[in-house]
């Protein structure tokens, strides 16, 4: 049950899209549709932003997109807004029955 | 609307037991996988354990399993974490949150405020 990879920080100024990624193995999203994401800010709960791999929750803006490549999912924050600076986790269902986290991703807004 | 409150953490020393609860509200418990999720000062989210609706089917994390058990009552519209045998590095921000998914759970919808559980001396 190794964590999925993702990057420690990102950063980008406002208006701009970034991108975070998401390395799982064939164990985890090479398999399942099954990754989402999530956005926390600090002394908060989570919220899920992703799930299914590209499907958005009713209420999280259409900025927020997410894709899938073989063992790597990506999440894409377009129109950078100051609001959107937290911490995302990526998740994904394994062959295990369970479910694992990224390590967590730290976005800036200059 | 859904609510999900945890209770029962506090500071615990190393070796000892401890029972998280998570009220439920504003949905139909017993038609939801309920998991348990942790969070370490300063460290992300690790999941820790889900169990089936009906409480027959618990699957947990390598580091709490054989440790840590997991239980609801569907008739209280409550979910637990016992925890035995704890260790400083199960300190942590403990949320219970709802799962959702066609079969399995594929994203959790509604977190908890969270609980904290300090293991320490």
């Known amino acids: 049950q190794s964590a999925l990879t993702q990057p420690a920080s990102v950063s980008g100024s406002p208006g701009q899209s970034i991108t975070i990624s998401c390395t799982g193995t064939s164990s985890d999203i090479g398999t399942y549709n099954y990754v989402s994401w999530y956005q926390q800010h600090p002394g908060k709960a989570p919220n899920v932003m992703i799930y299914?791999?590209?499907n958005r929750p009713s209420g999280v803006s259409n900025r927020f997109s997410g894709s899938k490549s073989g063992n790597t999912a990506s999440l894409t924050i377009s129109g950078l807004q100051t609001e959107d600076e937290a911490d995302y986790y990526c998740?994904?269902?394994?062959?295990?029955?369970?479910?694992?986290f990224g390590g967590g991703t730290k976005l800036t807004v200059l | 609307q859904v609510q999900l409150v945890e209770s029962g953490g506090g500071v615990v020393q190393p070796g000892r037991s401890l029972r998280l609860s998570c009220a439920a509200s504003?949905?139909?418990?017993?038609?939801?996988?309920m998991h348990w999720v942790r969070q370490a000062p300063g460290k992300g989210l690790e999941w820790v354990a889900v169990i089936s609706t009906d409480g027959n089917n618990g699957f947990f994390a390598d580091s709490v399993r054989g440790r840590f058990t997991v239980s609801r009552d569907n008739s209280r519209n409550t979910l637990y974490l016992q925890m035995s045998g704890l260790r400083p590095e199960d300190t942590a921000v403990f949320y219970c949150?709802?799962?959702?998914?066609?079969?399995?759970?594929?994203?959790?919808?509604?977190w908890g405020q969270g609980s904290l559980v300090t293991v320490s001396s």
């Open positions: 299914e791999v590209s």
């Open positions: 949150a709802r799962g959702r998914g066609p079969t399995v759970t594929t994203y959790f919808d509604y």
């Open positions: 504003g949905f139909t418990f017993r038609n939801y996988a």
């Open positions: 998740s994904s269902y394994t062959t295990s029955s369970t479910l694992v």
